[in-house]
């Protein structure tokens, strides 16, 4: 390339030539933009090397030296990766340069005045006359003349367009430029100029706004305050900081403020407000610059930023239109390096009201209805508007890290953000990741570890990222991806590995990615779960705790996406890790307590459940240790947390064992007094046992539960058994917080898992019958519990046969307890099963026999009267054994109807009955001694006033008589209580009736009256009514002509039946007697007292009873 200078000449009076400078400022203005106008920047540096001689001689060697790389840089470039800022910098200085080799002070006055008056020339140029500004500004920086500074000044201050925010922005530009060298000259215009006739007219309440030429007095105040900051901006720094307080931050208050009326009114007008954010952001920009190379007190510091955050709080939470918020956080972290630090409240504050207001703006793409005061943005402004104001938030939350590089500051940063993290918008938590995700990738870069210090927060920050890995949104999942690779770097960085030190496992976080783009969740939850173990291997110890409780937190994220990742990170990590969590599973339960009482989605609830399943496996006793010191009753969340432990049949299977342990050991319940007052004693169930048995009963519930519920079903069933027997009639405990007892029927929480169990172990059958026969409900309450048991025993003897040997073995012990009431339970158990020839088939018959037998002396009555009903049953279930077992049988009956201790006579009672069972298959030779024996036992409970007593006394005499037939000794016996028969026949009691009539039927025979025996043959059947009149007629004749010498003793027997407890016995007596009267022959009359029959007649025509005199009268009739 040739190169060539041009030689003109500018004074030749015919041609009208621009000036040098002139020429020269209007070239460099082009410059600045040099796409512009066909790509005129290039040219029009070319032509100012060309021209540099004819512009100024001394210009041609700097130009020859800096114009040729600009034009290099210039062919290298695009519009689009041409750096504007650097480009007007290096200008600047080129023109710096120049003026500096010229050193013509009249020649850079006179480019000065030349390039203030030309400013008109670029009108509808905004950006050009922005450049040309800062052009003047670098201009007058080289003069020397003051009064050609202060008159440009002027100039420049009096013809701006005030009214254009670029224009305003040129002329602080500018003016600052000029500032460093004529810092006093400069400060000295602008305060003059604010005194000035501009702002000479008094502002009116209702004229505050308007000026002259209609310029605005705020934008004009808005150029004024932009200058404050451009001048701190480029004062050397040597002379700036002692003015900062007094003649700008003055000056700049002095403008935003206005008084009315001597009261002073903050603007409202937005230019102003974005004039005083850009100028403390320049401000404090000086500062931090000043400060590099001396110590420096921003005193008003605070003040400024809590005006910052009082313009953000006034901006609308819910629209995005003025650029307030982004260029209040950009000063912000402007100020944030200066001291003094912020107070730990004045950081919150700051990062909160920032935080808020950002990630609570809609979408970007939410286009907001327009209103009346202000134009719509286009979406192109809108976007970009967006984008500031984002990376502004960024840049703040950056510099209140770099204040304070440690963990802790990492937190106070990420505590505004977290909440974020689960808000319901996806627009909201895409914000607040990738927020982390950048102030995480800030704090890493910038990290110098000095010390070994411990990433205290690292569990935490997991915890709270790690489940917006399966978010719904896929940008916020790929940034939590980022957030989790970073934060390890990080842990790894702080455990003292290198700054290039590449950690395989973390790297294979970034793979996950191309997984987190798939939406399919249950890819999502098991990449969390692939992810989790990578994050387990590298979390130390000490941050596992704030891990999991993160992510308990996590369960009830917005998002169920992310309630699921949380379960599943919870789980995979309590699964690697969990082995050392032991002093923290009581926390664990509580937290996971709380939790569940929040959880909808059925998915984590199943996953929960599953979280405790997997502490249970790791630390089982403290797990139920916990689980058992729950609130009685169970609320539905802590039965919840029981059941889940039924899922797995190892767990579940040890869990049955030491609760069957602790059942067998611990006292069921103790007897409390009921008052001073009263005395009495009730029974009070011991919290323990109780709440095992309540959690028994859950964890069956679990279907899963069945395999250890079957393995163990005898031992369990037992168990179950002899915890109902001593739940029955027992109150349950006090509510330690409420005082009141829980309301919880302790019998029915056994008698619900016993049920429970049942089914488990899939009996049917046993199940039906007892829910036919209402069994349950027996077995709960104390009056029918022995009912109940007995009804348990039959069904389990009839349908599940098979199981009785393990369950008897169980049972054994159990017979030997100190609580009565186990013992009372188990005989009827046993008692029962004597009943069903199943146990004779089983080989069980022995054991139980012996069983009864040693319960025979139980101190408890009820334990022995069962003891001797069990005897009596193996006449019912196993008849071929009765003869096996005579002698011991006999001498159990005999002894229960001699028992002292028998308040209610129940053992007398099971004694008569088991005997009338058991003779009915003894062989004659086993009785044939005792029959006399029993018989005299039998005849005192022929008159109880017990009906069940006498009828089951009747029976057995009736029972008796097939032993006694032939015998002379037993025919004595059958005369001795024939009269006490034949009365009970009109006995109140129908059941006592038939027992007569079968008794008197069945001993016939031996009575030694062939028409006496068909008498009873012919008209006792148990079926029909008879007419005892008649009957009574007819018997006396026969006892008087088979009997004679017997007549004395029948009617001593019969008056004595004179004063029966019963009316229709004592009216039964007078017609026996009055037919035996009636009866008779003359030679009989002296076998009868006459004289005690009169007597006992009268008294009986004194009885109460009508019907009684009614008979003693008629019986006074057949006296003759």
């Known amino acids: 390339m040739i190169s060539f200078k041009l030689k003109m000449s500018f004074s030749a009076p015919p041609v009208n030539l621009p000036t040098p400078q002139t020429l020269m400022i209007r070239l460099l203005v082009n410059a600045a933009f040099p796409f512009n106008s066909r790509g005129h920047g290039a040219p029009s540096l070319s ?19 800096e114009i ?85 000044l002027q100039e420049i201050l009096l013809t701006a367009r005030h009214n254009d925010a670029v224009e305003r922005e040129g002329v602080a530009m500018g003016i600052g430029l000029c500032a460093n060298s004529h810092l006093e000259g400069t400060l000295a215009k602008l305060d003059e100029f604010g005194k000035s006739d501009a702002f000479k007219k008094s502002p009116s309440i209702f004229n505050l706004l308007k000026e002259r030429n209609d310029v605005e007095v705020e934008k004009v105040k808005s150029t004024l305050i932009l200058c404050y900051g451009q001048v701190a901006l480029n004062a050397p720094p040597e002379k700036i ?55 420096f007190i921003f005193s008003r510091k605070q003040e400024l930023i809590a005006v910052m955050l009082d313009f953000i709080k006034a901006e609308p939470v819910d629209l995005l239109r003025t650029p307030v918020r982004h260029l209040v956080m950009n000063t912000c972290a402007a100020l944030m390096p200066l001291d003094p630090a912020l107070s730990e409240n004045e950081s919150f504050d700051l990062l909160k009201v920032c ?64 909440s974020w993290l689960s808000s319901g918008h996806d627009h909201e938590r895409e914000r607040a990741v990738t927020a982390t995700a950048h102030v995480l990738a800030y704090y890493l870069d910038n990290l110098t570890v000095k010390n070994m210090v411990s990433f205290h927060n690292l569990g935490a920050l997991l915890g709270r990222v790690s489940p917006r890995c399966s978010d719904p949104h896929p940008a916020v999942r790929t940034a939590a991806i980022d957030c989790i690779y970073t934060l390890l770097y990080i842990q790894l960085r702080y455990e003292g590995f290198s700054l290039d030190y590449k950690d395989e496992g973390v790297d294979c976080l970034l793979l996950f990615k191309d997984r987190l783009e798939n939406p399919d969740p249950s890819v999502l939850y098991k990449t969390c779960s692939d992810l989790t173990k990578v994050m387990s291997k590298r979390l130390p110890q000490q941050q596992l705790t704030t891990f999991v409780f993160m992510l308990f937190e996590g369960l009830v994220d917005s998002q169920p996406n992310c309630c699921r990742a949380s379960s599943v990170i919870l789980n995979t990590v309590l699964k690697n890790r969990g082995g050392g969590l032991q002093d923290l599973v009581p926390e664990m339960l509580e937290v996971l307590h709380v939790r569940l ?89 011991t919290n323990q046992p109780l709440a095992m048995t309540c959690g028994l ?38 509510d330690s917080n409420t005082k009141h007892a829980a309301s919880i029927h302790v019998a029915g929480v056994a008698a619900d898992a016993l049920r429970i169990l049942l089914a488990r172990a899939q009996l049917d059958e046993v199940m039906k019958k007892l829910d036919e026969d209402n069994a349950w409900d027996a077995m709960r309450e104390p009056n029918t519990h022995v009912n109940g048991i007995t009804l348990l025993a039959r069904a389990m003897a009839k349908h599940a046969g098979p199981r009785l040997p393990a369950i008897v073995e169980c049972l054994c012990p159990s017979l030997n307890n100190i609580y009565e009431c186990q013992r009372v339970t188990v005989t009827a158990f046993f008692s029962e099963l004597l009943s069903h020839h199943v146990v004779t088939e089983l080989m069980l018959i022995d054991v139980l026999m012996n069983n009864m037998m040693e319960r025979i002396s139980d101190p408890c009555c009820t334990v022995r009267m069962l003891a001797v009903r069990g005897l009596g049953n193996i006449a019912v279930g196993s008849p071929e054994k009765v003869n096996k077992y005579a002698k011991e049988l006999l001498a159990a009956m005999s002894s229960g109807m001699e028992e002292k201790d028998d308040p209610g006579k129940l053992i007398t009672l099971e004694a008569m009955s088991g005997l009338s069972k058991v003779l009915l298959h003894l062989d004659k030779k086993n009785v044939h001694l005792l029959v006399v024996y029993i018989f005299m036992k039998i005849k005192p409970f022929l008159e109880s006033e017990n009906d069940d007593i006498r009828c089951a006394s009747i029976l057995l005499m009736g029972n008796l008589s097939k032993f006694g037939s032939g015998e002379p000794v037993f025919k004595d016996q059958i005369h001795n209580v024939l009269v006490s028969l034949l009365l009970h026949l009109v006995d109140p009691n ?84 009055g037919f035996l009267l009636g009866n008779l022959q003359e030679e009989h009359l002296s076998h009868l007292n006459m004289g005690t029959i009169t007597k006992g007649l009268v008294m009986l025509l004194q009885d109460p009873d009508p019907v009684v005199r009614g008979k003693a009268a008629e019986a006074m009739g057949h006296f003759h």
């Open 355 to 418: 935080v808020n207001s950002v990630f609570s703006l809609p979408p970007e793409t939410n286009t907001p209805e327009k209103t009346k005061e202000e134009e719509i943005l286009d979406p192109k402004q809108r976007k970009a508007l967006y984008k500031d104001t984002l990376a502004a938030l960024q840049e703040l939350l950056k510099s209140v890290v770099v204040k304070d590089p440690t963990p802790d500051g990492l937190q106070s940063v990420f505590k505004h953000i977290e």
């Open 990 to 1073: 129908p059941k006592v009736v038939k027992a007569c009539k079968y008794a008197m039927r069945v001993c016939a025979p031996v009575v030694g009256s062939e028409q006496i025996t068909a008498m009873f043959q012919n008209h006792l059947h148990e079926d029909k009514s008879l007419h005892y009149g008649e009957f009574i007629n007819d018997l006396t004749k026969y006892l008087i002509q088979d009997f004679p010498g017997m007549l004395n003793f029948y009617h001593i027997s019969v008056i004595q039946f004179f004063k029966s407890n019963w009316p229709e016995v004592r009216a039964g007596a007078a017609m026996f007697i």
């Open 47 to 65: 032509l100012l090397q060309v021209l540099s001689v004819n512009i100024h001689p001394k210009t041609e060697a700097v130009w020859d030296k």
């Open 68 to 152: 040729p790389p600009l034009l290099s840089l210039l062919e290298e470039s695009t519009p689009g990766s041409l750096d504007k800022k650097q480009w007007d910098e290096k200008l600047l200085k080129l023109l710096s340069k120049t003026l500096a080799v010229i050193d013509d002070d009249k020649w850079t006055c006179q480019l000065a005045a030349e390039s203030t008056r030309y400013l008109s020339t670029y009108n509808n140029f905004l950006e050009e006359k922005s450049f040309l500004y800062r052009c003047i500004g670098v201009t007058l920086q080289q003069s020397f003349n003051k009064e050609v500074v202060k008159k440009q």
């Open 241 to 295: 900081l002692n003015r900062i307080d007094e003649d700008i931050l003055r000056c700049i208050s002095k403008h935003f403020n206005t008084k009315v009326l001597g009261i002073k009114v903050e603007t409202k007008d937005l230019t102003m407000k974005l004039s005083l954010v850009q100028s403390v952001g320049l401000i404090a920009k000086a500062i931090s610059e000043c400060v590099k190379k001396q110590g």
């Open 597 to 685: 009482q929040n959880i909808t989605e059925e998915q984590v609830r199943v996953a929960v459940g599953q979280t405790v399943l997997i502490l249970a496996s790791q630390h089982l006793q403290i797990v139920i240790n916990t689980l058992v010191n729950q609130p009685l009753p169970y609320d539905s969340w802590t039965s919840e947390m029981w059941m889940a432990l039924g899922a797995d049949p190892i767990v579940a299977n040890q869990i049955i064992e030491m609760v069957m342990e602790k059942l067998l050991i611990m006292a069921p319940y103790v007897d409390k007094k009921e008052s001073m007052m009263r005395g009495g004693s009730t029974k009070v169930a």
């Open 697 to 734: 009963k859950e964890l069956l519930l679990n279907g899963q539960s069945q395999e250890p519920a079957v393995s163990l079903f005898p031992q369990l069933f037992s168990c179950l058994t002899v915890r109902l027997a001593a739940s029955v009639g027992v109150s349950a405990p006090k």
